[in-house]
């Protein structure tokens, strides 16, 4: 068994150039409609924010690729309808094998959302929780197919058709180093198996104790992928990683975490890679969805930095969006 006396931590992170990459659409997806879409400061630094009561609410649309209505779980920033011209980062979380839209919600994500905006950690965000079921629906028997395939077009659903409403329905800013998406286990694996494919809506992505090689193949599978991407789009990514520990004997879970955090590190692409106690697992405090419980304000916090450097970046480049008085 692995020794679990103790934990690692491991971190490589590329240094922060969000000029080099906010460029690119920051500013012009920041001005919609001729206001200032988002707070914005002359500095990384979110002001801190006194939360209203978070609620999370169930919708649902019709998904032409899926050829039927599908669900989709919604929580909306602090005093969201208060404010009818503010508009709003997005953050999607994947659910893994089992799980509903809902399951983020039995981990208490909308108390990790509430502590993060209160710090001024996280920079209020319309967080989405897509069902990432294929047409065999929720099983214990299979993970969820994350790509367009034989049980239903899953990667059309989420990183396309659902995007796409997500800007009609809420008032969502355009640039992609505004999105997030991530999730855990196979959700993990499927927010960049979607997301690295649609990186005109997702420029952040995490992962809890995901893997990065599909049983499908070279088409599906993150570690071959992102190999394929051209450098000017490699640059422009920020990932988070984590692994659980005790995921190294059972599984390759932990193994194929730190492939990817080695391609990526080779690639150049900017990343953060740690390794805490725990991970896949029915019972236990470090186990299983508990993992992600725990570790959420991890990914979260990190998911925060990028937004407030893409803030920042835009507000320097272009300081009529923020109406401030211009950076020397």
Same mark, same amino acid.
């Given at each position: 068994?692995?020794?679990?006396?103790?934990?690692?931590?491991?971190?490589?992170?590329?240094?922060?150039?969000?000029?080099?990459?906010?460029?690119?659409?920051?500013?012009?997806?920041?001005?919609?409609?001729?206001?200032?879409?988002?707070?914005?400061?002359?500095?990384?630094?979110?002001?801190?924010?006194?939360?209203?009561?978070? %609620?999370?609410?169930?919708?649902?649309?019709?998904?032409?690729?899926?050829?039927?209505?599908?669900?989709?779980?919604?929580?909306?920033?602090?005093?969201?309808?208060?404010?009818?011209?503010?508009?709003?980062?997005?953050?999607?979380?994947?659910?893994?094998?089992?799980?509903?839209?809902?399951? !983020?919600?039995?981990?208490?994500?909308?108390?990790?959302?509430?502590?993060?905006?209160?710090?001024?950690?996280?920079?209020? &965000?319309?967080?989405?929780?897509?069902?990432?079921?294929?047409?065999?629906?929720?099983?214990?028997?299979?993970?969820?197919?994350?790509?367009?395939?034989?049980?239903?077009?899953?990667? %059309?659903?989420?990183?396309?058709?659902?995007?796409?409403?997500?800007?009609? @329905?809420?008032?969502?800013? &355009?640039?992609?180093?505004? !999105?997030?998406?991530?999730?855990?286990?196979?959700?993990?694996?499927?927010?960049?198996?979607?997301?690295?494919?649609?990186?005109?809506?997702?420029?952040?992505?995490?992962?809890?104790?995901?893997?990065?090689?599909? &049983?499908?193949?070279?088409?599906?599978?993150?570690?071959?992928?992102?190999?394929?991407?051209?450098?000017?789009?490699?640059?422009?990514?920020?990932?988070?990683?984590?692994?659980?520990?005790?995921?190294?004997?059972?599984?390759?879970?932990?193994?194929?975490?730190?492939?990817?955090?080695?391609?990526?590190?080779?690639?150049?692409?900017?990343?953060?890679?740690?390794?805490?106690?725990?991970?896949?697992? @029915?019972?236990?405090?470090?186990?299983?969805?508990?993992?992600?419980?725990?570790?959420?304000?991890?990914?979260? &916090?990190?998911?925060?930095?990028?937004?407030?450097?893409?803030?920042?970046?835009?507000?320097?480049?272009?300081?009529?969006?923020?109406?401030?008085?211009?950076?020397?």
């Amino acid at each position: 068994m692995p020794d679990r006396r103790q934990w690692t931590k491991h971190i490589q992170m590329s240094k922060h150039t969000p000029l080099d990459w906010a460029i690119s659409g920051a500013i012009s997806a920041l001005a919609i409609a001729g206001h200032c879409t988002i707070p914005c400061t002359a500095t990384p630094v979110i002001a801190a924010t006194q939360p209203n009561k978070l %609620t999370f609410q169930l919708k649902s649309f019709y998904s032409q690729s899926m050829g039927k209505t599908r669900p989709y779980g919604v929580i909306l920033p602090p005093h969201y309808n208060e404010d009818g011209d503010r508009r709003y980062p997005v953050i999607f979380f994947l659910h893994g094998g089992k799980g509903t839209p809902s399951s !983020w919600i039995d981990i208490g994500l909308v108390k990790v959302l509430q502590k993060l905006y209160q710090d001024g950690t996280l920079t209020p &965000s319309i967080v989405i929780l897509p069902d990432g079921n294929d047409n065999r629906s929720s099983t214990p028997m299979y993970d969820p197919d994350y790509y367009d395939g034989p049980y239903g077009k899953v990667s %059309t659903l989420i990183g396309k058709e659902l995007p796409t409403l997500v800007k009609q @329905r809420y008032r969502a800013v &355009s640039n992609p180093h505004l !999105w997030a998406i991530g999730g855990f286990s196979s959700g993990g694996w499927g927010a960049l198996n979607i997301g690295l494919r649609h990186l005109d809506q997702f420029g952040v992505f995490f992962s809890h104790i995901g893997y990065f090689t599909d &049983s499908s193949g070279f088409r599906n599978s993150p570690q071959a992928f992102i190999k394929t991407l051209p450098a000017t789009q490699l640059k422009s990514l920020r990932i988070y990683l984590d692994a659980g520990k005790d995921d190294e004997m059972s599984t390759k879970f932990l193994i194929s975490t730190r492939r990817f955090h080695q391609t990526l590190t080779k690639l150049q692409v900017p990343n953060e890679f740690h390794v805490f106690p725990g991970g896949h697992g @029915r019972t236990g405090a470090n186990f299983g969805w508990n993992y992600t419980r725990k570790n959420a304000m991890s990914s979260l &916090s990190y998911v925060g930095d990028q937004f407030s450097q893409t803030i920042a970046a835009a507000n320097f480049k272009n300081p009529k969006v923020a109406g401030t008085p211009s950076n020397p």
